[in-house]
């Protein structure tokens, strides 16, 4: 039997078949603009993945019409099963597509369809820790369907220990594929991202269950915290190209991918699409690292006043700002 290489299980090693990657540019980004996005973006977005060989990419969310009208929100609140054909035809390539369902925002039993009707591949369903219940009947909902499932826990800096322990505990039992950490004030370190992926894989132990991770760059650590996630075992990886997305953004899909140093993953494609169709948007919005965002970051808030901030007429008062977040 050969000898393994001792540089094979080198922990700096990132060449692993098992880690996939899931593009939320699209998703991420409709934040921004209520997900106004028109079908040329959201082509050209869904082509670099394709070309780039990205696994998954997330389309929008699968909005409940009662609670947010069409008519104020674009197409991707909802990601139609029609709409999402007119981009993406049967989809025959080899990239998934998810949708995101937000617990308690999504009427999951009439409008996620079974899967044999769906080109969707991949059910994100994101929750609050105290809405965990909600999140397993969606989770059990969307398996039984047929989809592969995941559970995006939000804002995880905010949630106490034992609070999170129990959570997973609960989670862990349930059939959903993917646990994910979602770093949604952008406030974690590193250290705090190897805790998180240890307890989320003790959890998942005996239950097969994959971990995911998806950083936010508040304090420009999106890109480092999600390195720190893949070096402890985190398999699922997200992110945006040139880290779009509400705030300060996410970890960058063009950094992730040269990183990677996997062979089947070609960042020229992801480079293109950042010069042609995401840089022009830097005109009309404003995302990435400020001071606004990483003061909200080491005050582990949410980000919505550093937003307000952005968007007045004062963008750049960074100490008024400070002194408004430390009354």
């Not at 800096?157 to 959903?176: G, Q, R, W």
């Not at 509400?246 to 899909?253: I, K, L, V």
């Not at 991918?257 to 009309?284: G, H, W």
Request: aromatic share 8%; with cysteine.
């Amino acid at each position: 039997m050969p000898k393994k290489d001792k540089f094979q299980s080198a922990e700096w090693v990132t060449f692993r078949p098992e880690i996939k990657v899931h593009d939320c540019t699209v998703r991420d980004g409709g934040l921004m603009n209520d997900h106004k996005f028109n079908d040329d973006f959201v082509r050209k977005v869904y082509q670099a993945c394709v070309a780039a060989g990205v696994d998954y990419m997330e389309l929008g969310y699968k909005a409940s019409k009662k609670i947010f009208k069409t008519d104020e929100h674009g197409p991707w609140k909802f990601c139609d099963e029609d709409y999402v054909r007119k981009i993406v035809g049967d989809n025959d390539t080899d990239l998934k597509l998810s949708v995101m369902a937000d617990a308690e925002r999504t009427d999951f039993k009439e409008d996620i369809l079974p899967k044999d009707q769906s080109v969707i591949d991949c059910i994100r369903v994101a929750c609050y820790v105290h809405q965990i219940p909600t999140a397993i009947d969606m989770i059990v909902d969307a398996h039984d369907k047929g989809y592969e499932t995941t559970l995006n826990l939000m804002a995880i800096s905010t949630v106490p220990e034992f609070e999170l322990d129990k959570a997973l505990e609960v989670v862990a039992k349930s059939p959903v594929d993917v646990l994910y950490i979602v770093d949604s004030y952008g406030s974690l370190y590193g250290e705090q991202i190897d805790d998180l992926v240890d307890r989320f894989m003790n959890a998942g132990k005996g239950h097969k269950k994959e971990i995911g991770v998806h950083t936010h760059n508040n304090q420009q650590l999106a890109f480092s915290n999600t390195i720190a996630a893949i070096i402890k075992g985190a398999t699922r990886l997200d992110a945006t190209i040139m880290g779009l997305g509400r705030g300060a953004g996410n970890c960058h899909m063009e950094l992730l991918l040269s990183f990677l140093k996997n062979p089947k993953y070609k960042e020229r494609a992801i480079l293109q699409c950042a010069q042609d169709t995401i840089l022009p948007m830097r005109k009309e919005m404003d995302w990435g690292y400020s001071i606004p965002y990483m003061i909200t970051g080491v005050l582990n808030e949410h980000p919505r006043d550093a937003i307000k901030v952005r968007e007045s007429s004062n963008p750049d008062d960074y100490v008024a700002f400070f002194d408004m977040m430390h009354e």
